[in-house]
């Protein structure tokens, strides 16, 4: 690992998986979407689509299984079952709260990257009051190109006024870690039970939480 303490100016969080249980309740979702239709949501469907925006991952989705339906269409009944899941079973992924803390204690700048989009990422963030502790939001409307392309993570070392190589990018999945490398960050990938599969040799560390001591020797 090369960099340091010292050389950390800003830290970037992804949403889905990352922040948040979310991935658990896609794959509710997904599993009732597709069982609707005689498929099964299996390891390299989950793989294709994770970490994408989710346009790019239902079209992908759509081609693969050779489905009727438009990708809006899909996304529509994809979103009423998925808002179902939500309510109910939202939840702060282990060691949120305790690195949040630590990343203001150590009075550095925070956003986040996700490719979901601007207002899911607020309804997200405003169930647990947590808008404003972020200085930057980027969403899938803020980019041309989806992960596993830079662009998102370019946009936020720009506006954070920063170098690439001076931030911490908290990723969980093979296609966001990919991005963080492709920009130049240092990169912290927290794989969940559905990404463990996934290839993260372009991290620069891996963990299995996101309060890891690690990452918190890291940022300071």
Known sequence: MTQNSKTIKAVVFDLDGLM??????FEVA????LGRRGHELTDEIRRMMMGRRAFEAFDMLREVLSLEETVEEL???SDELYQTVLDAQL?????????????????????????????YLHNILGRFEMVDRFQHLFTAEDVSLGKPHPEIYLKSAEALQID???????????????????????IISVP?????????????????????????????
């Open 192 to 220: 969940n039970r559905h990404t463990r599969t996934h290839d993260f040799t372009a991290a620069t560390l891996v963990v299995d939480r996101l309060n890891h001591p690690s990452v918190m020797d890291l940022i300071g």
């Open 91 to 119: 939840a702060p992924m282990p060691g949120l709260y305790e690195l949040l803390e630590h990343i203001e204690a150590n009075n550095l700048p925070k956003a986040v990257a996700t490719s979901s989009h601007r207002t």
């Open 30 to 33: 997904a599993r009732d979407l």
């Open 164 to 186: 690439p190589s001076e931030m911490i990018v908290l990723e969980d999945s093979q296609a966001g870690t990919e991005a963080a490398h492709a920009a130049g960050a240092c």
């Open 20 to 25: 948040f249980n979310t991935e658990d309740i």
């Open 75 to 77: 996304l529509e009944e």
